[in-house]
């Protein structure tokens, strides 16, 4: 596709329900990374990923949180039992190249999580 | 850790006025800076970027200088136009983090009237 592209746009959840956030990464990308932005604030990291290998998690807020990347592309972050403080938007952004000083990262339009 | 402190908002400038937002960072390794901007219901994008000490970004009339030894990397523009309306964020890649994460400010929401 043309960008990257991120599903579903708006995602309300009551809490205690588990949620997917599904993103489409720019063909051929071999990086992809999760960032979680709350409201006013700028996106902070959750997971990178490179290829299928889950190479960093650390900015997972929790063990609630999980993400995969099983073939390499579609990616996954999947939120268990929401809480009311997960309440953000999800970004995703892709990269053609790992492993140097700069890597220009494409951003999805992001999901925005509502929790009840 | 890593961070990016950028001047709070918001920013209201007249169409044509002179365009500051100050960036300052700290870094464990040696970093590439960036500035993204989010037009108003658009996603992220590059807008300009710099990898090394005294390198100069520049795109669409902003620039920003590399500036080691005062780790900044202000944005700036000579004349904004009302179409760059939109939120500014400063971030830093470390090439030490392995990852090559984003590490971004909280943004500078820039209105410019006419």
């Known amino acids: 596709g043309a960008g990257v592209s991120q599903s579903p746009r708006y995602k309300v959840a009551k809490r205690g329900q588990d949620v997917a956030l599904r993103c489409d990464p720019i063909?051929?990308?071999?990086?992809l990374f999760w960032y979680q932005q709350a409201l006013g604030q700028g996106p902070e990291f959750l997971t990178y990923?490179?290829?299928?290998?889950?190479?960093?998690k650390s900015g997972l807020p929790s063990d609630r949180f999980f993400a995969e990347r099983p073939e390499g592309s579609v990616s996954t972050l999947k939120i268990q039992r929401t809480q009311q403080e997960d309440s953000a938007v999800y970004l995703c952004?892709?990269?053609?190249?790992?492993?140097?000083?700069?890597?220009?990262?494409?951003f999805g339009p992001g999901t925005r999580l509502t929790v009840l | 850790g890593n961070s990016v402190t950028q001047m709070e908002g918001p920013v209201t400038l007249s169409e044509e006025a002179f365009l500051t937002i100050n960036c300052t960072y700290t870094?464990?390794?040696?970093?590439?800076l960036f500035w993204y901007v989010q037009y108003p219901g658009e996603g992220l994008q590059l807008l300009l970027k710099?990898?090394?000490?005294?390198d100069k970004g520049s795109n669409k009339g902003f620039e920003a200088t590399y500036r080691k030894e005062t780790t900044s990397f202000h944005l700036e523009k000579g004349s904004v136009q009302v179409s760059d309306s939109a939120v500014y964020f400063c971030?830093?890649?470390?090439?030490?983090?392995?990852?090559?994460?984003?590490?971004f400010g909280k943004g500078t929401k820039l209105s410019v009237i006419p």
């Open positions: 952004a892709s990269s053609l190249v790992s492993g140097t000083d700069y890597n220009e990262q494409f």
């Open positions: 063909s051929g990308h071999v990086s």
């Open positions: 990923f490179q290829n299928e290998a889950q190479l960093d």
């Open positions: 870094a464990t390794g040696y970093p590439s």
């Open positions: 710099a990898t090394k000490a005294d």
């Open positions: 971030a830093l890649s470390d090439r030490g983090a392995g990852s090559y994460q984003l590490t």
